[in-house]
């Protein structure tokens, strides 16, 4: 499977905005500046990068905070969507179209690195991760928000819980929602879909020589109420990777 396949589910990230910009312009915005906050200790004018930015909403907020961001993303409909969203906003960040794998920075560039739900869909993650330490400077962290998002996938109770939340979602709302659709050829080439996570992740950024710290279960901090329902069974989390 290609670089431009595998961009096919998100298509041309309208979408996925229209969910972005709903953040934007709910509580979700502040709550995510407090969750990330705590790991700036105050500093503003930091050289960020928002790895897998998609519509901009870790860019924008963080922009918004007095930080350098850049934002990068494969997908040119993406960026278009966040550049959209930077302007409307009024905040000032750098988009460039560019692939994870292979990353167009010099070493030690950033201070922080922010990446959220874009992990899982890595074919190289132990890679990326490295290529990650390397352009960050010393002592700068790495931010990693995702969940076992397709974990349901290979587990046939956990299937049958996420199909039970689904139908509660629709009688407490009226809406039809899926939690993930089945792809089972993106999964096989995306190996982290049916691996136990923060776990691994945390193994494998310590054998990198990284300090590692979890957060588990953040969406009680960031989500609304109908996102609470409809993603209880697989809890976002965070890892903080600080690098020595």
Request: hydrophobic letters at 35%; one cysteine or more.
């Amino acid at each position: 499977m290609n670089r431009d396949e595998r961009q096919k589910p998100w298509g041309d990230g309208e979408e996925y905005n229209r969910y972005i910009v709903s953040e934007l312009a709910s509580f979700r915005k502040d709550a995510w500046k407090r969750q990330i906050g705590k790991h700036l200790n105050g500093r503003k004018g930091l050289k960020i990068l928002d790895a897998g930015t998609g519509p901009g909403f870790f860019a924008c907020i963080l922009s918004e905070e007095g930080q350098h961001v850049t934002g990068i993303d494969y997908s040119d409909g993406m960026i278009a969507c966040a550049k959209d969203n930077a302007k409307k906003l009024g905040v000032s960040a750098d988009f460039k179209k560019m692939d994870l794998n292979q990353l167009e920075f010099k070493d030690e560039e950033f201070d922080v690195i922010v990446t959220r739900n874009v992990t899982w869909t890595l074919e190289y993650p132990k890679q990326v991760y490295n290529e990650w330490k390397r352009i960050l400077k010393r002592n700068g962290r790495l931010l990693i928000y995702d969940a076992n998002w397709h974990l349901h996938f290979f587990d046939e109770e956990k299937l049958k819980r996420v199909r039970e939340r689904e139908e509660r979602y629709l009688h407490k709302y009226g809406q039809k929602e899926v939690v993930a659709i089945e792809n089972m050829e993106f999964f096989a080439a995306s190996p982290l879909t049916s691996t136990l996570r923060p776990v691994w992740d945390k193994q494998a950024l310590e054998n990198m020589g990284m300090s590692v710290q979890i957060q588990d279960n953040i969406g009680e901090n960031v989500y609304e109420e109908w996102e609470k329902d409809l993603y209880g069974e697989s809890p976002l989390f965070e890892i903080c990777a600080t690098k020595c």
